[in-house]
C-alpha cells in the first residue's frame, strides 16, 4: 500500500488598494498597532491580510514614510507580517545598496535584491532577481533557507502563460513544489498560494512575505533603474539609510 501523500499548503495573500481598511478605521487603533509591537511604527499603514481557509491568518504593513521619501537612498520599500493581534512575525526589505551593487554588474540592467527576515530564525534570507533575463523572458527570483543544518534553495520564476502575475516555484533538484496564483482583476494584487508536501511553517511564512512584495514589485524595479542611472551620470550621490546599512554590518566587528 502507497504512502499518503503530504497535504498541500494553501493561503491567499491579498494586497489592498488604499489604506482604508477595517483594521486601521477607529479612533488611536494606529496607536493601539504601536504599543502592541515596537516593529509597527509610526509611518507603517496596513495594506494586505494573509487569509487561510477563508479567515484572516496575518496582516501586511508597509513604511509609508520611506517609500515616499525624496532621498534616492532612503526610498525603499520595507513591508511586514504580523498575526492578526498585531505580533510580529517577519520582514522584508528592499535592499538599495545591494540591489544597485548587482544592476551595476549586470550592465544597468534592473536586479533588485531583498532582506527578508523571520521571527524565531537566525538567518537573514536574500531574495534576488535573477540577471540573467532576456526581452519577454520570465523574470526569476532565488533565495535559500537553513533549516535543520541544511541550506535548500529554491527559485521563483514567473509563467510564460501570465496574466495575472502567476509564478511557479521550484526546489534545487528543478521539482515544482509550489504555485502563486494571480488574480487579473484585482488591482492591488492577490495571490493565491498553494505548497505541496507539507512544506515547513518557516518556507510558507517566507513566501506570504515574498507575496507581498510581488506588489511593490514593478514599482522597486525601476526606482531602482533610476538610482542605477544617476548614479552611472554623476546625479546622484548615493547615501544608504541607517537601517538598511545596519544589515550590511560585520557580525564580527569590535562592540
Not at 56 to 65: C, D, K, S
Not at 208 to 220: D, E, R, S, W
Amino acid at each position: 500500500m502507497g504512502r499518503a501523500k503530504a497535504a498541500a499548503k494553501n493561503f491567499t495573500v491579498d494586497m489592498w488598494w488604499t489604506g482604508l481598511n477595517d483594521v486601521e478605521v477607529g479612533l488611536f487603533v494606529h496607536s493601539r498597532h504601536r504599543a502592541k509591537s515596537r516593529q509597527f511604527t509610526a509611518d507603517s499603514d496596513v495594506i494586505g491580510e494573509v487569509l487561510e481557509g477563508g479567515e484572516r491568518a496575518g496582516l501586511i504593513t508597509y513604511r509609508e514614510g520611506l517609500w515616499k521619501s525624496e532621498d534616492p537612498g532612503a526610498k525603499r520599500v520595507v513591508l511586514k507580517l504580523f498575526t492578526p493581534a498585531m505580533t510580529w512575525r517577519g520582514s522584508i526589505d528592499l535592499l538599495i545598496g545591494r540591489s544597485v551593487q548587482l544592476s551595476t554588474g549586470a550592465g544597468g540592467f534592473p536586479v533588485t535584491s531583498w532582506s527578508l527576515n523571520i521571527d524565531g530564525h537566525d538567518q537573514i534570507v536574500q531574495v534576488e532577481r535573477s540577471a540573467r533575463k532576456w526581452p519577454g523572458m520570465p523574470e526569476q527570483f532565488s533565495f535559500f533557507l537553513i533549516e535543520g543544518g541544511e541550506a535548500r534553495t529554491y527559485r521563483l520564476r514567473q509563467d510564460w502563460i501570465n496574466f495575472g502575475g502567476d509564478y511557479t516555484l521550484y526546489d534545487q533538484t528543478g521539482a515544482r513544489i509550489g504555485h502563486l496564483n494571480g488574480h487579473v482583476f484585482h488591482m492591488a494584487g492577490r495571490w493565491d498560494v498553494t505548497l505541496d508536501g507539507a512544506p515547513s511553517p518557516l518556507l510558507a511564512t517566507a513566501l506570504q512575505l515574498i507575496g507581498g512584495m510581488l506588489k511593490f514589485n514593478g514599482a522597486a524595479r525601476r526606482h531602482v533603474g533610476r538610482v542605477v542611472r544617476g548614479v552611472r551620470q554623476g546625479a546622484i550621490s548615493l547615501a544608504i539609510d541607517k537601517q538598511e546599512a545596519d544589515l550590511y554590518l560585520n557580525p564580527r566587528r569590535p562592540r
